[in-house]
Structures are given as structure tokens and as C-alpha cells.
């Protein structure tokens, strides 16, 4: 029995060894049709307000999943100002995994920055090649590696490919409903994004980010009669006071940031929000009435998040004699505050890359993580990892660039890690 027992083990093994082979086999010998579907969609505008763009992208990819017998289906944008998102399903008896990516760009159509430019052997430059397209590229071709392995029946997935994530669609929580739903019973959820844009490093926590504004009215006077009992400080004193008493209280906590971006106040204040641009007007011998400042505050846990807004509204309400701040919350994209689950999903992540002779993957520091999409899942999956797209450096710049090396080596990483969630769960 014990002998037994052995030769099914090593059989198992080699199973699992042959299995992995012909994923790594498909990605080698299929990249220059990874680098062509590469090149198609990135010479495909997608800003985020192109509409028809962001749906073209879509459906690049979606016929991509058709191909494969995945369920498909795009959710219309209209509800929140968008084009939309692509949704590509398949059953299967493993986990359910959740793959994240999006189709959208910082690069309107008016940009100067419009097409792909192969630069030599291993890099090419365009509009949203790593941030993230090149991400999305890897999703398609790491299922397509399964697939040639004979593993896609076993496969449980959803693909999200979102087309807003970099100018959210309002309502927010319209905007990310596919989202959230699609991530109801996932036991992993892996981000494409290309994150520090260094493959010895993928993000298991991100900061979030939500905006703050501060209004602020005062009575009005002549100058000669500022600091008197029965006039005040004014506007622009109060509104200095604020920001300062926030920087006094809170600056120097880790991960957690506070930005004011526009300050602006006199006799007469207005301010676009939508725009964040705004006119002032005053005279220097009359105390200012408004003053208006926004900023930003990145918190990497909702419990950080609670405890900064709840400072700042003290810091605010003790306003100086004859003037009255107003303090306004709005939210962002949440935190993905670092788990035990995250942690050992990279863990499985390393072991893959070290055992394809990739080297070690560790976690990059939350300063050098932005929002992202992944984060809106942080509350309903285990086990989360992002930042394993296409790397390169430069993104939401015109000199936007990919190391096309790390385009084999990095869906190589996600195929793998892909079976071996399979078979840990016995489901092979």
C-alpha cells in the first residue's frame, strides 16, 4: 500500500510537472501573437470619455473569451456616464478566481501620444502598454495557456475588465456594481495592473484615496479693523489656520497623506468642482469673506480613513472668532489593507516565479501603491494579489513604456499560479 501510495504521488507530480510544461510551451512559442494582440488594442484610442473607443477595446477582447466558450457580456455605462464593462465568465469545479483589468486610458483622443512604437527587441512605447493593456493581454494569454494544457473545463473564472478605472463614472457604487458582484464567492482575486513596474515585486496592499474640501465665510470689514472682538481674523486666516492645524495633528503617520491642491479666497470665491479650478477677488484693505480649499487624503485601512476625517473635523470646528469652517468628506477609491490571505497568496506567487527561474517576488511598499480597482473587492475576497501586469515605467505619461520581456515571463507567472490554486484545492 505504501509503495502504492508513492507511485500515485510521483505520478501526481509528473502530471503536474507535464501540465506546467506545455503552459510554459504555449506562452514561448505564442508570444509574437501576444505582441500583435498587444500592438492592436493599444493603437486603439481608449480614454476614459472615449466612449466608442473604450467599447472597441472591449470587444477585442471580448471575442478573445468567445473563442475560448466563455460566457460574455458587456455592462452598459449609461447609468453612471461611461461606456461601460466587459464581463467574461466560465465554470468549472476549481475556485472561483477573479481576474481584474480595465480597458480604459489617461490618453484622449486629442492627446499627441496616439500609437504604439516598437523601440528595439525588448521595448515599445504607447498609449496604456503597461497602465493597462498589457496587463489585459496577459489575462487572455495566461487562459489560453491553461487551455492548451487541457485544464480550461476545470477552470472557475470571471474576468472583469472595467472601463472607467481611470475616471470613475458617478454614481461610484453604479460604477463598480459588476465589479462587486463578480467578486460574491472568489476565494482569489488577481490584479493585472503594472505596479511598481518591476517584476521582483507585486502589491498585496494599497492606499485609497478620497477628497476633502474646506469652506470657509467670515465677516467682512475693513482691513484697519482685522482682529478686532467684533470683526475677527477673516476668511484666508481661518482657512490657513485649518490646513495647518491638520498638518500639526496628523502629518508623519505612516501611509497616511493629506494633499490641499487648491486654496483660494478673498471678497468674492468660485469654485468648479468638477473642474477643480476656480476665480478669487479681493482687495488688500478689506478682510476676506470666503476662502475654499480641496485636497486629497490616501489612508491605507478604513480605520485609518476614520481616524484622520475624524481629526480634521475637530482641527476644522475649532474655528477662529467671527469665521465658520465647513468640512466635506467625499469618497474615493477604498484601501486594500494588507491580510494574512494576501500574504500567502503571494507567497504561492514567489513559489511560482522561483520555480520558472524568475527569481523572488516580494510585496512592494503600500507609499508606492495607488488606488486601484482591487480594492473595491477587499472586503468580500481572502486572498488578493495585483501589480503582476505587463511592467515598464513612465505610465499615465507620453513616454509610456514596456519591457516586452516581462510579457512571456509574467503570464508564464499568472498561468501557473492559476493551476496550482487548482490543485491545492484538490480540484486536479
Known amino acids: 500500500m505504501i509503495l502504492l501510495l ?33 500592438e492592436k488594442v493599444v493603437n486603439i484610442n481608449s480614454g476614459s470619455m472615449n466612449l466608442a473607443g473604450v467599447r472597441a477595446v472591449g470587444d477585442v477582447f471580448r471575442a478573445e473569451f468567445d473563442a475560448l466558450g466563455f460566457t460574455t457580456r458587456w455592462v452598459d455605462g449609461a447609468a ?21 483589468g480595465h480597458l480604459d486610458t489617461v490618453f484622449e483622443p486629442d492627446s499627441p501620444f496616439q500609437k ?31 487551455n492548451a494544457a487541457g485544464l480550461l473545463d476545470e477552470l472557475n473564472v470571471v474576468v472583469v475588465m472595467t472601463g472607467d478605472e481611470e475616471d470613475t463614472g458617478e454614481p461610484q457604487a453604479r460604477a463598480r456594481e459588476a465589479l462587486v458582484d463578480a467578486a460574491n464567492g472568489a476565494k482569489y482575486a488577481l490584479g493585472f495592473e503594472d505596479g511598481p513596474g518591476d517584476p521582483r515585486y507585486a502589491v498585496t ?16 470689514a475693513h482691513s484697519s479693523q482685522i482682529f ?9 486666516y481661518e482657512i490657513a489656520r485649518a490646513i495647518d492645524g491638520f498638518r500639526q495633528r496628523l502629518a508623519g503617520e505612516a501611509f497616511l497623506t493629506f494633499n490641499p491642491g487648491v486654496v483660494l479666497g478673498g471678497t468674492l ?12 477677488a479681493g482687495k488688500s484693505n478689506v478682510v476676506a469673506e470666503r476662502a475654499v480649499a480641496t485636497g486629497d487624503l490616501r489612508t491605507l485601512s478604513k480605520a485609518q480613513l476614520e481616524r484622520a476625517r475624524n481629526v480634521m473635523t475637530q482641527v476644522a470646528a475649532a474655528s477662529l472668532p467671527h469665521t465658520r469652517a465647513t468640512l466635506t468628506f467625499t469618497d474615493g477609491y477604498p484601501p486594500l489593507a494588507p491580510t494574512e490571505g494576501n500574504a500567502q497568496l503571494l507567497a504561492r ?14 510585496a512592494v511598499s503600500p507609499a508606492r501603491a495607488g488606488a486601484a480597482d482591487v480594492s473595491f473587492v477587499a472586503d468580500r475576497v481572502p486572498a488578493i494579489i495585483d501589480g503582476i501586469g505587463l511592467m515598464g515605467h513612465d505610465d499615465h505619461t507620453p513616454g509610456e513604456t ?10 508564464k507567472r499568472a498561468a501557473l499560479l492559476m493551476y496550482r490554486l487548482l490543485r491545492q484545492h484538490g480540484d486536479l
Not at 22 to 38: F, Q, R, S
Not at 80 to 99: D, Q
Not at 402 to 411: I, K
Open 269 to 280: 470665491v468660485g469654485f468648479d468642482d468638477a473642474q477643480s479650478r476656480g476665480t478669487a
Open 205 to 220: 496592499a494599497r492606499r485609497g484615496t478620497s477628497a476633502w474640501k474646506l469652506e470657509v465665510t467670515a465677516t467682512p
Open 228 to 236: 478686532r472682538s467684533d470683526i475677527g481674523f477673516g476668511a484666508i
Open 402 to 411: 514596456a519591457d516586452l520581456s516581462t510579457l512571456p515571463s509574467q503570464t
Open 6 to 38: 508513492l507511485w500515485l504521488g510521483l505520478m501526481g507530480q509528473q502530471s503536474a510537472a507535464e501540465a506546467e510544461r506545455a503552459m510554459t510551451a504555449y506562452v514561448d512559442a505564442h508570444t509574437g501573437e501576444a505582441l500583435a494582440l498587444l
Open 80 to 100: 453612471f456616464g461611461r461606456a461601460g464593462h466587459l464581463v467574461a465568465e466560465h465554470s468549472g469545479r476549481g475556485p472561483r478566481l477573479l481576474l481584474i
Open 349 to 362: 506567487y514567489d513559489r511560482v516565479s522561483r520555480d520558472l527561474g524568475l527569481g523572488a517576488v516580494a
Open 116 to 146: 504604439f512604437e516598437r523601440i528595439d527587441e525588448h521595448t515599445a512605447r504607447g498609449p496604456g502598454i503597461i497602465d493597462m493593456k498589457g496587463g489585459d493581454v496577459i489575462i487572455v494569454q495566461a487562459i489560453k495557456a491553461l
